[in-house]
């Protein structure tokens, strides 16, 4: 398990203050309700980004009868449906993960599923697909599969998701740039612009890492939050006296400007939210339109990311906090994962793709949360971006960058666990955690390193040693990374 950073290690647990504190076990569980709120605001800080970013994403593609969402509604409903369901975890899981539209899912939904359908189709194969989850956590199978997994594989997934939080941050911040010829080239990634930190916003990124690390060392309440708030005031007065501009002006590449956001009070920091995507959504159209084989390889597609995204995460949120047991489960498992799938149908039934538990939750934990309290707080704060969407687009990428990168130094700290001079969990340990950050993919990861520990089990005449059901799991996932070939020889 990683050590709790900064100041967090908890004290031993006391008696119960109140009902609150004892339904929500805060003294249980060594935190306090400063700690939750603050990790509240941490967690929230990092993962606003997707009230603007996934309406960019949606709202950027058509489905097959060449229709748009509307980005104003989606932003709205993300908004909505983040604040609901991360409350929801809160209450019923106890555990401080937040909830949102998964990346990775919406750009699958927007340019694979969508335009091969009507958008209220797509979004109903995404609530199909929550109902199977829900189906499975009900009747115990995907606990049954999450218990099944060897507990160094385990911490291997977190392991790889904070290298994943930290190439996700260095590419966000603009610090790590994909090279344009990266065909013509050795490397496909370089340092900055051209092998130079030539712009401002990369500066502001680098004055904020270096601060939150300083304050990480020096064990200050708050780094985390602090280096956000710092970078974000930074970044407004570089805008200020700079005027240094989005990355792209009019759709034309700016590669000095700034990510996501542009850091300037807005104008007019309220607004009345539009909610008219809310229940337009078919889950029977899709069948006649796209034809029952395709439409069973998308809701496959997409339950094997859901399922196995959520797993890693939770681990991970649970290994950053010391929340896990010996058999790295953490508590309250069942419960967190149906929640996870009740996002799913509903991120599908407001049309804004299924919301999935998020890793930016660990930002949170790093900064002591350790309950469904900060939950709470996070939802409470999704919920008020729905009027204050101004507010919320001022904090740049190069500024919340900042944590994602830290908090995937505190993750990688628990790879001291992992028996390396065992090669058959070793090997399979090193693709996951590798393959994470070089795919962009938590599923891969966790894919690749579980069929190669059943082969190596295999191969070693150690059938027995695996469970049941991660045969049944990596049979699954050959079909996941197989599933371009056999789309192609199906249709």
């Known amino acids: 398990m990683s050590v709790a950073p900064l100041d967090n290690t908890p004290p031993d647990p006391g008696r119960p203050v109140n009902r609150f504190d004892r339904y929500f076990e805060v003294t249980a569980r060594g935190s306090t309700m400063t700690r939750e709120l603050r990790g509240g605001l941490a967690t929230f800080f990092t993962m606003a980004y997707i009230v603007v970013l996934n309406p960019l994403i949606l709202g950027g593609a058509v489905d097959g009868d060449g229709k748009a969402l509307a980005i104003p509604a989606i932003a709205a409903a993300t908004a909505l449906v983040a604040g609901l369901m991360t409350i929801l975890m809160g209450v019923v899981g106890r555990f401080p993960l937040a909830v949102a539209a998964g990346l990775g899912v919406n750009a699958l939904v927007a340019y694979e599923i969508a335009p091969q359908m009507t958008w209220a189709d797509a979004m109903g194969l995404v609530v199909i697909e929550g109902v199977i989850i829900a189906v499975l956590v009900l009747t115990g199978l995907r606990t049954a599969v999450f218990r099944s997994v060897p507990t160094q594989m385990k911490t291997a997934i977190g392991v790889g998701i904070g290298l994943f939080l930290t190439i996700i941050g260095l590419v966000d911040a603009g610090f790590v740039r994909r090279i344009p010829d990266a065909a013509n080239s050795t490397v496909p990634l370089g340092l900055g612009i051209g092998g130079k930190l030539a712009s401002w916003p990369t500066l502001v990124f680098v004055l904020g890492l270096l601060l939150t690390l300083v304050l990480v060392v020096r064990r200050v309440k708050g780094a985390i939050l602090i280096g956000i708030f710092a970078s974000t005031a930074l970044a407004m007065v570089v805008e200020a006296l700079g005027n240094v501009g989005p990355s792209f002006v009019n759709g034309v590449p700016n590669p000095k400007g700034w990510s996501l956001n542009v850091p300037t009070l ?226």
């Open 266 to 491: 807005p104008s007019n920091p309220v607004d009345l939210p539009d909610l008219s995507l809310i229940g337009q959504f078919n889950v029977l159209g899709s069948w006649e339109r796209a034809g029952w084989l395709v439409v069973l390889m998308f809701i496959f597609t997409l339950l094997v990311t859901d399922f196995f995204d959520t797993m890693g995460t939770m681990v991970a949120v649970g290994q950053e906090g010391s929340m896990l047991d010996e058999q790295g489960t953490p508590p309250r498992a069942k419960e967190i994962l149906l929640v996870d799938s009740i996002g799913a149908a509903a991120g599908g039934a407001a049309s804004v793709s299924s919301n999935t538990a998020y890793i930016e939750s660990a930002a949170g934990v790093a900064e002591g949360a350790r309950t469904g309290v900060a939950n709470l707080v996070t939802g409470a704060l999704f919920l008020l971006a729905m009027f204050l969407a101004p507010l919320v687009v001022v904090v740049p990428f190069e500024a919340a960058s900042v944590a994602l990168v830290v908090v995937g130094f505190l993750m990688m700290t628990a790879v001291r666990t992992i028996d390396w001079s065992d090669y058959e969990i070793a090997i399979p340990a090193f693709l996951t955690i590798v393959l994470m950050p070089f795919t962009y993919s938590i599923s891969n990861g966790i894919g690749a390193g579980l069929i190669t520990y059943v082969v190596i089990k295999l191969a070693k005449g150690k059938a027995r040693e695996v469970h049941p059901l991660l045969y049944a799991v990596a049979a699954l996932f050959v079909v996941y990374f197989l599933r371009g070939p056999i789309e192609a020889l199906v249709f």
